[in-house]
């Protein structure tokens, strides 16, 4: 029986494992860390921070996939006093209201805004320039990129709509996303799974495990393209600043500061999940993009700018700071004229498929992830049960103990 291989522990490589293994295949999963999560790994305590701001989307279809299958676990969305602590930065100062310019374009169906026009032209043709770049820089929560307006307008009108829903769309795994993670991982070995960890996967053993069945690639697009030798596999992502941060607390302190000058977002993720830091301290994350060639210290020092205006004194209050840059591992962004259909394709031929958040799937943020990885483990099960029916034949014509090799050429 052939195996079906996928490479890369996180979100895409769990739910191709998932997914392969329900439909009967025999499947080996094969992470080159210690731990499993990939960006969605959760650090260990005593500040519970995710490799950056997360959130699971209710209407997604990650979120509807992890529910029938009883991995969802607890989650929480945002407490409906903490809606009253958001704060939105409008000409340098804090205001608690967003320009109902902004929540008049958000109402608008993604299916009216154009693909191959960009977003800052076509929403100012509909709000005014102003209004346009306020829901630009809001959609830059789901962006990581320093410049939202330049990107196709069916692309971000896609995410404002969802990002400004109400209710929120957003909830959040109680303990961060580890907990989901090990769901995850727990069921896919149920299944039968096998999962090693710090096993990585080069372009020799790449080759073996092509031999005794298809593989799933579900890594990051830099690692793919190094790892299958393809320097077609590319596609623009965005750069920002990550910042964790721990407080002690203070009543008063807001709950979001989101950035209408510039693309910015610093959120209490320990109002809606106080056990992400210890008693007494609260736990933000942040991120601001950041263009190509600019220093870090251009985020930091707006990350600085929001801290002061939503967290009074969070200097001499700091307990704790984490500082990154992420670059191109944020996600697929689309610029005018381009939609997820024409970024990499899932699949690369010879039995090789491609799953990861910046592939040829549609979704928002980490449901790219999920719906290639479903993609992905689909189409290599169908490839299982196509070489199965050509070695059925050849027995059949041939006869037992012909001394007929049945593995994949």
């Known amino acids: 029986m052939e195996h079906i291989h996928v490479i890369g522990g996180g979100l895409a490589g769990l739910t191709a494992a998932v997914t392969a293994a329900e439909s009967g295949a025999r499947v080996t999963l094969y992470e080159g860390h210690r731990t499993l999560g990939g960006r969605a790994r959760t650090a260990d305590g005593p500040y519970r921070a995710n490799e950056g701001p997360h959130a699971l989307y209710r209407r997604g279809p990650h979120w509807t996939w992890l529910t029938r299958r009883g991995l969802l676990g607890a989650v929480v969305s945002v407490p409906p006093r903490e809606g009253l602590r958001f704060r939105f930065r409008r000409a340098g100062t804090a205001r608690r209201t967003p320009p109902v310019a902004l929540l008049r374009l958000a109402r608008r169906a ?170 007494g301290e609260q736990l933000l994350q942040g991120q601001f993009p950041i263009g190509p060639g600019t220093r870090r210290a251009e985020g930091t020092a707006r990350a600085g700018e929001l801290l002061d205006l939503g967290f009074p004194g969070w200097r001499e209050r700091t ?60 189409l290599a099960v169908k490839a299982v049960g196509k070489t199965a029916g050509k070695t059925a034949g050849k027995r059949s014509r041939t006869g037992p103990g012909t001394g007929v090799d049945l593995k994949r050429p």
């Open 110 to 279: 993604p299916r009216t805004a154009p693909v191959d026009v960009a977003f800052l032209e076509w929403a100012a043709g509909q709000v005014g320039e102003e209004g346009a770049r306020a829901a630009a820089n809001f959609a830059a929560t789901a962006l990581f990129h320093h410049d939202p307006g330049a990107l196709s307008a069916r692309f971000v009108q896609e995410r404002l709509r969802r990002l400004a829903s109400f209710p929120p769309e957003a909830h959040y795994p109680v303990g961060g996303w580890a907990p989901l993670v090990e769901r995850m991982a727990g069921h896919a070995r149920g299944l039968g799974v096998g999962i090693e960890t710090a096993a990585r996967v080069d372009a020799r053993t790449l080759g073996e495990l092509a031999r005794t069945g298809p593989v799933v690639v579900a890594a990051s697009l830099d690692s793919a393209r190094l790892l299958l030798d393809d320097p077609s596999l590319t596609w623009e992502s965005g750069r920002t600043v990550l910042l964790d941060l721990a407080l002690r607390t203070r009543r008063g302190d807001a709950f979001v500061v989101s950035d209408l000058d510039a693309p910015g977002w610093l959120e209490r993720f320990t109002a809606q999940d106080p056990g992400l830091a210890p008693a």
């Open 319 to 378: 307990t704790w700071r984490v500082e990154a840059l992420a670059d191109g591992r944020t996600g697929a962004v689309d610029r005018p004229g381009t939609t997820w259909r024409d970024r990499p394709s899932v699949v690369r031929g010879d039995g090789i498929f491609l799953a990861g958040d910046q592939v040829a799937a549609p979704g928002l943020l980490s449901e790219v992830s999920f719906t290639s990885g479903i993609e992905a483990a689909l």
